[in-house]
T-cell receptor
Framework: EPEVTQTPSHQVTQMGQEVILRCVPISNHLYFYWYRQILGQKVEFLVS????????KSEIFDDQFSVERPDGSNFTLKIRSTKLEDSAMYFCASSQGLGQPQHFGDGTRLSIL | TQLLEQSPQFLSIQEGENLTVYCNSS?????LQWYRQEPGEGPVLLVTVVTGGEVKKLKRLTFQFGDARKDSSLHITAAQPGDTGLYLCAGDAGTASKLTFGTGTRLQVTL
């Protein structure tokens, strides 16, 4: 069964550095998403992306964050000048269309030191 | 802000018992999805319910969407140790593409 893949599985970065989290969505899906889950807390929506632009973003997704689809298969989340509170699991998801079920990757564990 | 509250938060039962997990909100959702998440992994989709009053069955799991599309339940019959995990409900408001996740129910099934 097709799946969403994310790399790396674990990223350790010094505070203030930039990180790029990578995702390969399911090939025939058109909508892409990033969520995060701080340890012990709920999964939270960050951003959705469709037709090469952001569809919606949460208040968490401030100027520190950006997303990009640099080619036909990858979908990336960039976090500039990371902070300690950015430490979390970051999940990528994709869906065939608006309102269609979203399928999640296994996440990237981001640890900011 | 839309919120989804799940109950109970934790449930520890013995193999063979039945259980029900509830997912409640004051908001209306166009659809609601149930996921199961294992430690260190992403949420895995179990089912999507769309129509108010809809009931879907997945082997020993029965999912129901409330008539008003504000709540849902997951019933597991004759639980097995393999059912152990974190169960999450997530609502789609329909006007946007984001999912609002519930607080989660952690289920432990012992022999």
């Amino acid at each position: 069964e097709p799946e969403v893949t994310q790399t790396p599985s674990h990223q350790v970065t010094q505070m203030g550095q930039e990180v790029i989290l990578r995702c390969v969505p399911i090939s025939n899906h058109l909508y892409f998403y990033w969520y995060r889950q701080i340890l012990g807390q709920k999964v939270e929506f960050l951003v959705s992306f469709y037709n090469n632009e952001i569809s919606e973003k949460s208040e968490i997704f401030d100027d520190q964050f950006s997303v990009e689809r640099p080619d036909g298969s990858n979908f990336t989340l960039k976090i500039r000048s990371t902070k300690l509170e950015d430490s979390a699991m970051y999940f990528c998801a994709s869906s065939q269309g608006l309102g269609q079920p979203q399928h999640f990757g296994d996440g990237t564990r981001l640890s900011i030191l | 802000t839309q919120l989804l509250e799940q109950s109970p938060q934790f449930l520890s039962i013995q193999e063979g018992e039945n259980l029900t997990v509830y997912c409640n909100s004051s908001s209306v959702f166009s659809s609601l999805q149930w996921y199961r998440q294992e430690p260190g992994e992403g949420p895995v989709l179990l089912v999507t319910v769309v129509t108010g009053g809809e009931v879907k069955k997945l082997k020993r799991l029965t999912f129901q969407f409330g008539d008003a599309r504000k709540d849902s339940s997951l019933h597991i019959t004759a639980a097995q140790p393999g059912d152990t995990g974190l169960y999450l409900c997530a609502g789609d408001a329909g006007t946007a593409s984001k999912l609002t996740f519930g607080t989660g129910t952690r289920l432990q099934v012992t022999l």
